[in-house]
């Protein structure tokens, strides 16, 4: 699938791999296994890999696509591109010289603005930290694999079109994987908290350096392995959103509340995808709902909670308190402009 794109925060969809594996619990109803399965049904030859049966994405191993790389060279409308909806570019099966020449391109179409995402936050921080331009590090290589693309070179690390972010669906998962990205050389950094599985309070995903301390909205830091001296910014996005399918977790519009109001107090992004299967109904319970009903957030004085009902992803849609939230972070094609004093 490397076509235009119904996903909210995005426009287009770029798979130069195919394949994954769950490993936490917001991969359990994982929709790229479902729809890697029609594809293999349908002929896909990205999808025929047979493999390990717990595999999600293709379901059927990593590989590596050589044959689409090129593909971004092609688009001339500037677009923003998620790369790998069906799979995840810092997956352990995807070999250090490859995903360089992903970045290459990346660094050769300075047009497009690249969104990554990942779970594997220890294996991209420990990459694109290696080093810097000169020293022989993932930097270098990257400028190595551009010159099958492109006649031009690299001449700034991080690379400005791109965002790099984790996924975070819930407090434990954001207290492991908030501190390696911020920790990682990004132009822009950015969170998934979807499917959001419980509350997170982002002042505990701490990025601790020396004496200075800051969470994951405010953190002031330097990049690790020396590439960067300059004092930069902590998180400039975080997207939301609840679970759908037919086996979807309810979500309490409580966790998606606090994610927002922490986000406008800290003047960060903030971008709701949707409610997910369940919606608020306006009513307020007290004690046992049946199996389409549950009660959500904190009792009030009385004890009673707000009632939320099963109602599907599209009648419960994407407004949170009666609109929608659709910030995006400013691409910064300057980097000094996130520099601190």
């Not at 970045?103 to 936050?121: D, E, G, I, S």
């Not at 949707?274 to 608020?280: D, F, I, K």
């Amino acid at each position: 699938m490397d076509a235009m794109t119904t996903i909210e925060w995005t426009q287009r969809t770029w798979n130069p791999t195919t394949g994954c594996d769950r490993l936490s619990p917001g991969c359990d109803s994982c929709y790229a296994l479902t729809m890697a399965r029609r594809l293999k049904a349908m002929g896909n030859l990205k999808y025929q890999r047979d493999g390990d049966p717990r595999t999600s994405g293709p379901g059927f191993g990593v590989s590596a696509h050589e044959d689409v790389l090129g593909l971004p060279l092609r688009w001339r409308k500037p677009t923003r591109i998620f790369v790998n909806s069906m799979s995840d570019l810092f997956h352990d099966g995807v070999p250090d010289e490859f995903v360089a020449q992903v970045f290459a391109v990346m660094a050769a179409t300075p047009h497009h603005t690249f969104q990554l995402l990942t779970k594997r936050h220890g294996r991209m921080r420990s990459l694109l930290s290696r080093g810097s331009l000169g020293t022989e590090g993932f930097p270098d290589m990257v400028e190595e694999a551009m010159a099958e693309f492109t006649h031009a070179s690299l001449d700034h690390w991080p690379l400005r079109n791109v965002w790099l972010g984790v996924s975070v669906e819930d407090q434990k998962r954001a207290d492991l994987r908030i501190p390696a990205l911020l920790q990682t050389p990004a132009a822009v950094r950015f969170l998934s908290a979807e499917p959001l599985l419980g509350p997170i309070d982002l002042r505990h995903a701490v990025r601790t350096m020396g004496s200075e301390r800051g969470h994951g909205l405010t953190a002031s830091y330097a990049h690790a392995g020396g590439c960067c001296e300059r004092r930069l910014h902590g998180i400039d996005w975080v997207i939301t959103g609840g679970e759908s399918g037919p086996r979807a977790r309810p979500a309490d519009p409580n966790w998606f509340r606090s994610l927002r109001d922490q986000c406008q107090a800290a003047d960060v992004a903030y971008l709701h995808k949707q409610n997910g299967e369940w919606a608020p109904t306006g009513q307020v319970g007290l004690g046992c709902i049946d199996d389409r009903e549950r009660l959500a957030g904190p009792p009030d004085e009385h004890g009673f909670r707000e009632v939320i009902r099963r109602v599907g992803k599209k009648a419960a849609g994407r407004e949170l308190d009666g609109r929608t939230w659709d910030q995006y972070p400013t691409r910064r094609d300057d980097l000094h402009k996130h520099a601190t004093s």
